[in-house]
């Protein structure tokens, strides 16, 4: 008796949120949001069909690739030096790539163990590390480190210091192992993501490098691309950081007694790249990466030449022409009543990804039920046309971690996918 009079309540509380549904519907109601892969992303599922791929895939555009490496290389022109951000494009053939398009050597790491697989792949690299590594990193690195395979860490490689008490612990290593080291110092140019701000620890760190024949002065780094999020004026804000960076370059020359212009300068990274097309700056090189396959948060005015050139593939599970979500009888119809793009339910291969739906348009997660990554719930308009087995395509908001998380990178070219590329391995 309970039973059926609780059926019969949630049937009328069901039915009074339809009705009121449908009243405010010509006000609030969403619009039909959905449609079919365009004529680009179907090309691109008959490629990873005829290539028997089945799983969750990782996609690089090589033409898109390419482009957008012109666009930057058009960009920065002869004013710098490109050094290719590497935990952006995280891949020896991927790097090898941009290499030769962009015409560089230069790179830089972030990861000790990738670090390592750049230099025995690509001995002709030169190297700055982007981050502050712990010594016992180092020490890995020197612990796995053959010189006969081409790689000069003494003239190559530059290792980023940010404190007095870190550089006292690489000179350690570097006394220990009799090995001469370049250091980099990283510099705090008003953004307070570390470095350094003290006029004294410069002038500390400065007169250990110069006293110590092991240790060499290879440059500065100016990390600024926070600037691109700042509210206000981006350029006043660019202004401001690189006159800290000059103050302090000019601190430096006058400890050191020498010009050092010639030194690695390092500024910038994909959001602010472009920042410098004009005017008089203190750096000589540029840094950038993500740019060149642009994930969604790259989608930025200052980026606006630069195309998505990837995409992660994952193939259909089950396909429901209903509205199903688990566990509330009704819900799903109910909810599909108020929003056309509920009315279908989709289950990808993996899920939780840092990505968005991309193709087809107009895919979303069920607020309810949450995320999953083992096989997670898309729902979708009567306007897609999403079958078991079909592909789905997904736009990575970064690459650095993502592009990871799937094995080897499908590369797409002329319709087909030509290539495999390997990722680091951690």
């Known amino acids: 008796m309970g039973g059926s009079i609780n059926r019969n309540r949630r049937k009328l509380l069901l039915g009074g949120l339809a009705a009121a549904t449908v009243g405010a519907a010509g006000v609030l109601r969403p619009s039909d949001q959905g449609a079919n892969h365009s004529d680009y992303f179907s090309g691109l599922s008959d490629a990873l069909h005829t290539a028997g791929l089945s799983q969750p895939t990782l996609v690089i555009d090589k033409a898109l690739l390419n482009d957008n490496i012109r666009s930057l290389s058009r960009h920065i022109g002869d004013s710098f030096d490109y050094r290719i951000v590497g935990k952006s494009l995280p891949s020896i053939p991927l790097l090898k790539t941009v290499m030769e398009g962009a015409g560089t050597r230069r790179l830089m790491m972030f990861h000790q163990p990738f670090l390592s697989q750049v230099v025995e ?32 860490s003494s003239r190559q490689l530059q290792w980023l210091i940010d404190t007095p008490a870190r550089l006292q612990q690489y000179q350690t290593l570097a006394q220990r192992l009799k090995t001469r ?12 993501r570390g470095g350094v701000s003290d006029d004294a620890d410069l ?19 100016g990390y600024e691309p926070h600037v691109a999020k700042l509210p206000g004026n981006k350029l006043a804000a660019r202004d401001k950081a690189m006159a800290i960076s000059a103050a302090q370059l000019d601190l430096a020359e006058r400890v050191t007694g020498r010009d050092l212009s010639d030194l690695t300068l390092n500024a910038a990274g994909s959001p602010t790249y472009r920042y410098y097309a004009e005017g008089d700056f203190p750096h000589n090189e540029l840094s950038a990466g993500s740019c060149l396959v642009k994930p969604l948060d790259f989608d930025l005015p200052t ?5 998505p050139a990837c995409f992660i593939a ?13 566990g509330v009888p009704g819900l799903g119809k109910l909810m599909a009543l108020w929003n056309p793009n509920r009315a279908q339910s989709f289950y990808s ?34 306007s897609i046309n999403l079958q078991a087995d079909d592909w789905m395509f997904l736009r990575p908001t970064q690459s650095e971690f993502v592009f990871l998380q799937f094995g080897d990178i499908a590369v797409y070219e002329d319709g087909k996918i030509v290539e495999r590329w390997p990722v680091f391995h951690a």
């Open 121 to 152: 792949a690509l001995p002709q690299s030169d190297i700055l590390m982007g981050k502050p590594m712990p010594v016992a990193a180092a020490a890995t690195f020197y612990d796995n480190y053959d010189p006969a395979k081409g790689f000069d």
């Open 303 to 307: 980026l606006a030449e630069h195309r």
């Open 181 to 192: 080291m370049n250091i980099n110092i990283e510099l705090d140019v008003g953004l307070h």
């Open 349 to 382: 291969y993996g899920g939780y990804w840092k990505a968005r739906p991309e193709s087809p348009v107009g895919l979303s997660n069920n607020p309810l039920i949450g995320h999953s990554t083992n096989q997670e719930l898309y729902q979708g308009s009567q």
């Open 203 to 221: 002038v500390a760190l400065l007169k250990r490098i110069e006293s110590d024949p092991l240790l060499q002065l290879s440059g500065f780094m």
């Open 314 to 326: 994952t193939p259909v599970l089950k396909s429901s022409a209903k509205p199903q979500v688990p």
